[in-house]
């Protein structure tokens, strides 16, 4: 025991000297946390639109009117021609164009119908989709409300209740996405070239032929960063909570378990990639660029899982992020105890415990 | 130029030397290509259904069955607890709980008006709003529907109808890929650019050699071209590699000419690799290059326009986007690929890229120091 | 270079913060020299050959090489000068060839003379064999002598040796010494920090540096006489003991 501590005590001294590089671990998780969860939304605001009104009369000025109101358009142009239409588009910023018909206001008034074109730039599909979808609720809510002049039999009311965010916060949705993605590239980027060095520097060999079991010096390696990647979890959990004001409805003892256990998984990870890689180099290219997007892409926050192919749904498993992304959405917004995540959680245990001992495995492979 | 006819021979020698990275600097960002984009779709589908049917009735069998029948909700929970529906939706079973309740049909008929209620998981906005919305479509089509069979008077004297018709441009079909996979080529092409530059130097600078460098009359500029010229065409080949993936996997044919791409990404990885530079004048050692550089990387691609919408962003992080690299070429792709853009739509991004690739590299060499 | 004096410093300083790692040091160094810097483990040897190679900014002073200020000219010293660093600095992922030219090539010399050299060298190394090996593939002894042949590869005037055989045998240091006085009969000047005071013996002139400052500067032979001393070891010691600087 007393060598493992000599041992730990010679990997914090590695990292307390080298200050440069501790700032960046300690600051930039808190730099990202804040920049992303405020700036992170999929939710369309001011999306700049044109209007090409062949009608110019009291419905179409009232119509647009409403479109500019909203928060989701300004409108940023009015047109006069179908060409410039295409135009625009292609100076690329305009998102949506909205088009009126001669005569709208006569025949709605005169056939209680009429017609509107909406035009999308598709070249980004997301917005294109959610824009035509807001502008066809404001033209819906304009008519029902031209209807409801009128009182209709046979109505059906509906009564919406949103559950957990209320105010459709972006945040609710991107803070656990964004806690999963940089606690796990931090702590794995951290380990990753925790052996490879000091196998290139030379310095493996004094320890080799030291008394230390080769499991030791492996574990030995990763408890000074799990000590930085609680800092780290506490700075995040307070910052998610009072800067980006998501709630923390649930126990908070069960979420930093839940976080320090996916560090772990997220170290046990970078030590395995250490004790594969061939240099700090490759090391480096596995944990940034091998595992950037992928974490980004199937973790779930970006793209919700359930509507991938089923290939990627299965692929997705394998990405820790997924899992812990499910887990803080559930702690933290839903307010759950473990009886509903304890799935997660095991998965997440059994994946550290894998790591870890392929990491192992493979360190006394090398060492043969 | 001897001078960096040496340099440059030295460095493919390197490059070259180790196949292992170079193996995986080609594969990892090939993998991801052909793997990601297919996980690329915001379009709300398979929607999680919970109904808590507390009538029984005629109507609300015939409401559900015209729910489940759209294709867009999956009915996983059919209970008259709501409770137990609330249940689902803690544990991600259900996504939206439509109660429908006791007495609904009788409300309907007799008293001309009935409620019906809707929870949504709205964890994730966006989700929630179009789940209820196309819920809400539903339900109102269903109400004109049984207004038909109740009314027999003819009903457009009586509703108003705005008829809204789609066109959706330079992508008609909505497909997710033409718009990801452009994109993701661009972020795996900054994040190899940037990282290659940033730890080859640095290298240089952990092992001693940059010293044995720096006490010779080389000139600054040469030794920096010497690492740039190399990654930046390996970049082009990386660059190359992506576009055939893109046009023998996915279809992709650019609308624009290959001509404005690649004059445009020639200037991008100019500015991307002088990145590097900068990046491992300010590092002592790989780790530190790693680490600035993810950070970088993170926020150059998450406020890059690829995942969300400039446009929704607060004003600050607007103006962060402004000095964003990846965000321009993510906008040019988009332009060139389904738009058809030329040149001169894109000569302002080019002017800014034109604009990064000096500031970068001319801060690199000013902060290159032969002598300390 | 008036007066065959190929290095000159006076006053010369430099300092780290409130630290001064080179305490106002002068000397002269001639032509064809072989000039021995001697000092403890954080005297200032390496900082003071640094200044000298343009690799760091003096504080004050003043100090020219080859006749160049090393304060303005510091570029124009760099194509008179060769300079074997303290870690081993070629590349160890280039061959033994490919190091030469590379290095012959940044020198700005023809093909001609890379070819001729590089053959010219391996003979006399008996690399011959080794000439398309990777370096790393080399054992230590044989890296330095290599080093140190790239490092008067270009043929120049003034060579920089920092510590060249640290961790080398006896045999090999004792060949390497033959190639630096091979080199100093061709007329290059050799300016060499140690701490092997044997190596000292072989010096011209050398020069012990305690805390910052040159304490001594005479041939091995004279600083014997002065200091009473049967080797320079004993030399060594003697100074060596004022310093209050703890050795890195």
Redo the contacts between chains.
Sequence with gaps: MRQFFSFIKKEFYHIWRDKRTMFILLGMPVVQIVIFGFALTNEVKNAKIAILDNSKDAATTSLSAQLNASRYFDIEKNLVSYTQVEEEFKKGKIKLAVVFPQHFSEDLLHFNKAQVQLIADASDPNTANQLTNYATAIIMDYQNRITNERKLPYTINTEMRMLYNPQLKGAFNFVPGVMAMVLLLVCTMMTAITIVKEKEMGTMEVMLVSPMRPQMVVLAKAVPYLLLSTINIASILLLSRYVLEVPINGSLILLVFESILFTLVSLSLGLLISSMAGSQQAAMFISLIGMFLPTIMLSGFMFPVENMPLPLRIVSNIVPAKWYYNIVKSVMIKGVGLHVIWKETLILGGMMLFFLTLAIKRFKIRLA | MRTLKFLLRKEFRQIFRDPSILRLILIMPVIQLLILPWAADYEIKNIKLAVVDLDHSEYSRQLINKITSSGYFILTDYSSSYEQSLGKIEHDKADLVLQIPGHFEKELVKEDEAKLFIAVNAINGVKANLGAAYLRTIIQDYNSEIRTEWIQFPRFSAETHIEVTYSNWFNPLMNYKYFMVPGILVILLTMVGTNLTAINIVKEKEIGTIEQINVTPIKKYHFILGKLIPFWLFGLFVLTIGLSIARLVYGIIPSGSFITIYVFAALYLLAVLGLGLLISTYSANQQQAMLLSFFLMMIFILLGGLYTSIDSMPEWAKWITRFNPVSYFIEVMRMVVLKGSTLSDIKYQLLVMGGFAVFFNGWAIISYRKRG | MSNGKVITAEQLTKRFGDFVAVDHISFDVMKGEIFGFLGANGAGKTTAMRML?????PTSGKATVAGFDVFKE???I??S?G?M?Q????????TVK?NM????????KSDKFIKEKTTFILNELHLTKEGNK?VKSLPLGWKQKLAFSVAIFHEPEIVFLDEPTGGVDPVTRREFWNMIYQAADRGITVFVTTHYMDEAEYCSRVSIMVDGRIEALDTPSQLKKTYEAASMDEVFLRLARKAVRAAD
């Design positions: 190679c343009g690799l760091s900014l510091n570029e124009k760099k194509k000068i300079y660093s870690k081993f600095s070629l590349y160890e992922d280039l490919e030219e590379f290095y012959g090539g940044i020198y700005h990777l």
